[in-house]
């Protein structure tokens, strides 16, 4: 299933202040794209900088994966970072977990960025006391994913090898032994099997939109064509968050836009 929703709208604001949240100062911050050791050394000093609410953790370790190509000298692993109010998780079994990743297709380096940085932001400003980002790691887990794709994204290539994951579903009916092929998919699936997830991000490049679960061609047909079951309920998150979002256009494309209304 394809997913490709390039916003969070399961972050909304804290009702008493509706005014308070996202729009904060510009941040002093420089970002800059990191390469795949830089990226895997981010993760880990966010997890040491804030224990009580973040920790790194590969899905070769967890879930027993396999390491697929070499990466920066050493086998390629799949780091994911997990933020949440650890103190308070056991008394919140309920609280909703969300999937944020990047590189699954490895050349397309923007989702690494933007989804360390996420978690970036979000650790920082409930450490100076944001209420808007301490309610947010008190009601959610989050899932950041930045190298999906390790190897790809070390050589910046497309695919995992030979495979593209956003091909690598769980079934595959016309060649059953092709399901699950890449390291990445299988990581993705882990997730999936392990957390009850509320949503799934993942950040593609190359274009300007917010894109959303559309079903896949081996289920396509039918009265409801090609449409996945809560079609309803994903076309109207994405409808908002397009609204937040706004047109995204730039220059031309900006002035075309305003002048046909």
Not at 70 to 76: K, L, M, N, R, V
Not at 169 to 191: D, G, H, I, K, W
Not at 198 to 225: E, N
């Amino acid at each position: 299933v394809k997913s490709d929703v390039a916003t969070l709208p399961l972050f909304s604001a804290p009702h008493a202040a509706p005014h308070a949240a996202p729009h904060a100062a510009p941040s002093a911050h420089a970002y800059h794209y990191l390469n795949y050791t830089e990226t895997n050394a981010e993760i880990q000093k966010l997890a040491a900088e804030f224990p009580s609410l973040a920790r790194a953790w590969t899905t070769q370790r967890r879930y027993g994966l396999p390491s697929v190509g070499i990466c920066a000298g050493a086998p390629c692993e799949t780091w994911v970072l997990e933020v949440t109010e650890r103190a308070s998780l056991g008394r919140s079994p309920e609280r909703p977990d969300v999937l944020v990743s990047g590189a699954l297709h490895g050349d397309e380096i923007v989702g690494p960025l933007v989804t360390l940085e996420l978690g970036r932001w979000l650790l920082r400003r409930q450490a100076a006391g944001d209420a808007w980002a301490r309610r947010l790691v008190r009601t959610r887990r989050l899932l950041l994913l930045p190298l999906t794709n390790a190897v790809g994204f070390a050589q910046r290539t497309r695919r995992e090898l030979q495979h593209d994951p956003n091909r690598d579903f769980p079934y595959q009916p016309s060649s059953p032994s092709a399901c699950m092929t890449t390291v990445a998919a299988r990581s993705v699936n882990e997730l999936l099997r392990a957390h009850l997830l509320q949503l799934v991000i993942t950040f593609h490049a190359g274009m300007q939109a917010l894109a959303y679960v559309w079903g896949d061609f081996a289920h396509r047909g039918g009265a409801a064509h090609n449409r996945s079951p809560d079609h309803a309920a994903l076309q109207a998150v994405a409808a908002a968050a397009g609204r937040y979002a706004g047109s995204g256009l730039q220059g031309s494309a900006a002035s075309a836009a305003a002048a046909a209304g």
